[in-house]
């Protein structure tokens, strides 16, 4: 391989095959726009679309060929002459121009959609080629359905193609249907059959019907493909095209693998570019998307996130800001460990002693099987209720209610105080008041309740629940905090702590009771 052979082009067809995404329509506005990402993600070619298709692929082929400069823009044609001289129409004010004319050479294709015999088809590819190179320089041409193309007849078009003209010979496995080994053999039978195949660059374009459009790629590549045509997050017909960054990062990070080979990408555009393709397209990127996905760099496992913070090549292939993602996560959920608490904890600003850490961890468990992901608000949260907050002489083990329109609100609590389990039920004017009455009962205690507010502390209706309270025992009055997923839960604890506060100062009893019945929710 030359040394300029070690350039991979990268032809980016998100305008023109991403578009034809079921239900995607994109305006000339964010058709610049998206041309403009991709020129400063540093892609050598825009297929910016189709202009025979219609008026308004026409004026978005138009509108980027006049404002983007520095790449080459292309525009898709049949080999009709009518497609050639259009696209040649909305391309001419571009810098570097190219004309993309295409035709089927799979039998399926010239026997049932095209009608026309082996040679019909290279008379026309050629009369397409010459047609658009006497209009522009720079002329690629596609068989489209290469890859269910009998090989010899394949070699044939290519060799008569580059001989009309064609400076690039794409292969497109238009339907997804090529397995990588087999992709890359046919490309080396084209190094090898087509006499003239150094003067034209050799291009792939992969479809991802059966999800190997990357791989049938990379395999091209690896038998001599020297441009590979490809889509922002793999959107285009169907199941999609290869995705740029995919290949791109594939290459990059395989550089070992692949004999160093290199493409032009600055490879920190790519998670700005994917989101805004989404947002224009209105195709939301699925969660586990290699390399822009959501969950690309996310960490769940407590023995995923362990390794990544001894080391994180134990479990990253790629640094996520070579990416343009600011830095790996660790999600703390139901799978994370305390290894992933500690860092989180301390990041957070808290400095936890062992048994503070134990406790933690503990209640950090208990919400994390309640809730799907545990953020840091709901974190501070627990840390600011945490073990040692306030003294736990009595500590809640069990709580239920029963509660609805036609039943007496009922709670039955169980406390610990040390060793001694306590247990009793209560009824209330609700489900809050009836644990109060219960905990009351258990402890001895007897409270006026002054304030209760309650606040969700994240979002959605799994968050936790934050109960803040104010009771008067006696002549003291103490403040309680309890949180949960369940507000009933986050009521109870918050009234536990303020008993506990309230006997650890020598109160608790003597409290009115029964005059804070109606301010219990
Ligand atoms: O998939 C395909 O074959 C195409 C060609 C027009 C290149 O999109
Ligand atoms: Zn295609």
């Known amino acids: 391989m030359s040394a300029d052979s070690k350039r991979i082009i990268i032809f980016d067809t998100t305008l023109r095959d991403g578009e034809q995404s079921p239900g995607v329509s994109l305006n000339i506005k964010e058709k610049v726009m998206i041309a403009r990402a991709l020129a400063k993600l540093g892609v050598d070619a825009i297929e910016a679309g189709f202009p025979v298709s219609s008026p308004g692929d026409f004026e978005g082929v138009s509108a980027v060929a006049g404002e983007i400069g520095g790449v080459t823009v ?28 295409f035709l089927a050479t799979s039998k399926i294709h010239r026997q049932f959609k095209l009608r026309k015999a082996e040679e019909e088809i290279i008379r026309l590819a050629v009369e397409g080629v010459k047609l658009a190179r006497s209009l522009c320089r720079d002329v690629e041409f596609s068989p489209e359905d290469a890859s269910r193309t009998e090989p010899q007849f394949l070699a044939e078009v290519v060799e008569a193609v580059i001989a009309a003209g064609a400076s690039t010979v794409n292969i497109p496995d238009t339907v997804g249907y090529a397995m990588p080994a087999e992709f890359g053999r046919l490309i ?81 555009s790519i998670f700005q570019i994917s989101r ?65 608490l500690k860092v989180r904890v301390a990041k957070l600003g808290y400095e936890l002693s062992a048994e503070e850490l134990d406790a933690l961890f503990a209640r950090f468990k208990e919400l994390a099987d309640k809730k799907r992901e545990v953020y840091d608000a709901d974190l501070e949260a627990l840390l600011e209720d945490r073990v040692g907050a306030a003294p736990s002489i009595f500590q809640l083990e069990h709580l239920s209610v029963t509660a609805g329109t036609s039943v007496v609100p009922t709670a039955t609590i169980r406390l610990r105080r040390d060793k001694e389990v306590l247990q009793d039920a209560a009824c209330g ?27 969700a502390v994240t979002r959605g209706t799994e968050a936790m629940g934050e109960v803040m309270l104010a009771v008067q025992f006696g002549t003291v009055t103490v403040n309680g905090r309890g ?21 650890a100062r020598g109160a608790g009893k003597g409290g009115t009771a029964g005059g804070g019945k109606s301010k219990r929710k």
């Not at 040649?88 to 190219?98: D, F, G, I, Q, S």
């Not at 989404?278 to 496992?301: D, W, Y």
Request: hydrophobic share 40%; net charge positive; aromatic share 4%.
């Open 74 to 101: 292309c525009g898709l044609a049949r080999c009709v002459e009518k497609d050639i001289t259009r696209a040649w129409e909305a391309l001419k004010r571009a810098e570097k121009p190219r004309i993309h004319v």
């Open 188 to 268: 080396a039978h084209l190094v090898a059959n087509v006499p003239n195949i150094g003067k034209a660059a050799i291009s792939v374009h992969c479809h991802n019907d059966l999800g190997l459009a990357t791989a049938n790629s990379l395999a091209a590549v690896a038998a001599g493909a020297r441009q590979v045509e490809c889509t922002i997050n793999g959107i285009g017909e169907r199941a999609g095209n290869a995705a740029l960054e995919e290949v791109v990062m594939g290459l990059a990070t395989r550089a070992d693998f692949f004999g160093r080979i290199r493409t032009g990408i600055n490879s920190r």
């Open 276 to 340: 805004l393709v989404s947002s224009l397209t209105g195709m939301p990127v699925q969660r586990n998307k290699s390399i822009v996905g959501e969950n690309a760099f996310a960490h769940s496992s407590g023995i995923h996130q362990d390794g990544v913070l001894k080391e994180r090549s134990t479990y990253e292939i790629i640094r996520p800001q070579d990416v343009g993602v600011a830095e790996s996560q660790l999600i703390l959920d139901k799978h994370s460990g305390r290894h992933a």
């Open 429 to 455: 004017d609700g489900p809050v008041d009836a644990v109060y009455k219960a905990m009351e009962r258990l402890t001895g205690t007897s409270g006026k309740l002054l304030d209760y507010q309650l606040r």
């Open 483 to 503: 949180v949960s997923t369940d507000i009933i839960e986050a009521s109870g604890r918050a009234y536990l702590e303020a008993i506990n506060r309230s006997l």
